[in-house]
Structure formats: structure tokens, C-alpha cells
């Protein structure tokens, strides 16, 4: 019984601190991410309405467009958070979401991009066809990406934007300092930053939870070993004395 508490007692530590330190990947991991989008030349601003949208794609600006989209998906239609890309977006991303390759794939040719929770969640597969605004679009990619693992990515250019429920949400991102149809401005250094000191405190309140926790479980596998063996003195003790 002692034996089976004591490894009892190390399984639950080494389960608890494995997942501690997955916790910690993943936050490094999300910490990175936004350390790579943050760029303190550009702003990014949210447009409050589309009339002048098509002005945006002729500039220097990149556009992107996100918002939940109804898509067909294995013969039913499901609605997915989906990210509209202009072709130059790696202006701003520097290859931190797609490749300069894929992002003129992505805009050039009939073909999404979709964040592997997404995928997995619906049991979407590369090469398969999406049905977005009756058009097919091919899975060209599964990406593995923090900010758009659930969302579907496609070409802006190629979304229906005349409609009332997409997009819900409208960024440029761009080195000019726009005054007309914005309704929010950030530099994207700030914007980012705020982010990374986020997830920053979130991975120091996993260390220090994670501490805490191996120290009691140290404290208790040491306490199970000590008492164990104080019992096998005394039982070799009773042993000596009454044979």
C-alpha cells in the first residue's frame, strides 16, 4: 500500500508539472507569435464602413477583413470566423502568417488557408473543397498559426462585402496617418505589446503556480519516503528486541 501511494503520489506530480510546461509552450509560443507581427512602423485602423474600401486595396495599405461567414463545408453549411488577406499584407506580417508565395496563391487562384483547430473541428483535410458565396474553393494548406487557428483565411478580394453580417470587423494597416471613415487607431507596436505583456503575466502566473505546486508535491513524496522508512526502522527495532 505504501509502495502504491508513493508512486501514486509521483504520477500526479509528473502529470501536473507535464502539463505546466505544456502551458508554458504555448504561451512562449503565442508570445513569439505577436512579438513577430508587432511593427512599429505601421498603424492599424478600424474602418466604421466600407465605402471607400476599394481605395484601400489600390494603396500601400494592407487590408483585412474578419467577421463569422456562412460556408459549406461536406454538404452542410456552418458559420466560420473568416479572415479576409489582401495581396500585400506581408508588407505589414513579414511571412508571419503565410509565406510571399502563398499569400499570391491565396489571392491569384481559388484557394483557402484554414487554422488547424478549424480543420479539426470539422473534419476538413487539404485538397477538399469549401463552398464560400458559390464559389468552390480548394483547402490549399492547415496552418498552425496562434491568432487564426480558428479561422478560415482567403483573399479579401474574393469575399462578397455588400452584405450586412460581413465583416464585422474591418483593419488597415498602413504608414499613412488616415482621417476619414476611421473609428479606431493604434500604432500596431502598441497594439501588440499590450498583448505580449498580457500573455507575459499569464506565463509568470504559471511559473508561480507551477512552483508552488512541485514544492508541495516534492514535500509530499518526501514526506511518503520518510515515513516509510521510519516505519521500516522500527519495525527492524521490534524485530531486534522481541526476535
Do not use: W
Amino acid at each position: 500500500t505504501r509502495l502504491i501511494l508513493t508512486i501514486l503520489s509521483i504520477a500526479v506530480g509528473m502529470y501536473f508539472v507535464t502539463m505546466f510546461l505544456s502551458k508554458l509552450y504555448m504561451v512562449n509560443r503565442y508570445i513569439d507569435t505577436y512579438k513577430c507581427l508587432r511593427n512599429d512602423e505601421y498603424y492599424i485602423y478600424e474602418l466604421d464602413n466600407l465605402k471607400d474600401i476599394d481605395a484601400y486595396y489600390n494603396s500601400q495599405s494592407s487590408v483585412i477583413l474578419s467577421g463569422n461567414k456562412e460556408i459549406e463545408v461536406n454538404n452542410e453549411k456552418v458559420l466560420v470566423n473568416t479572415v479576409g488577406l489582401s495581396k500585400n499584407v506581408n508588407d505589414y506580417y513579414k511571412g508571419a502568417i503565410l509565406t510571399n508565395d502563398e499569400i499570391n496563391k491565396l489571392t491569384s487562384s481559388n484557394v483557402v488557408f484554414v487554422g488547424n483547430e478549424l480543420a479539426r473541428s470539422l473534419s476538413i483535410k487539404e485538397k477538399d473543397y469549401l463552398e464560400i458565396d458559390d464559389t468552390n474553393y480548394r483547402v490549399e494548406r492547415i496552418i498552425d498559426n496562434v491568432e487564426y487557428k480558428k479561422s478560415l483565411l482567403i483573399s479579401s478580394q474574393s469575399l462578397n462585402i455588400k452584405t450586412n453580417t460581413y465583416p464585422s470587423s474591418v483593419k488597415v494597416l498602413t504608414k499613412e496617418k488616415l482621417k476619414n471613415h476611421v473609428d479606431k487607431v493604434k500604432s500596431s507596436f502598441d497594439y501588440y505589446t499590450q498583448t505580449i505583456l498580457i500573455y507575459k503575466q499569464f506565463k509568470l502566473f504559471i511559473i508561480v503556480i507551477s512552483t508552488i505546486f512541485i514544492l508541495i508535491s516534492l514535500i509530499n513524496i518526501y514526506l511518503i519516503i520518510r515515513t516509510n522508512i521510519e516505519k521500516e526502522i522500527r519495525n527492524q527495532i521490534i524485530q531486534k528486541v522481541f526476535g
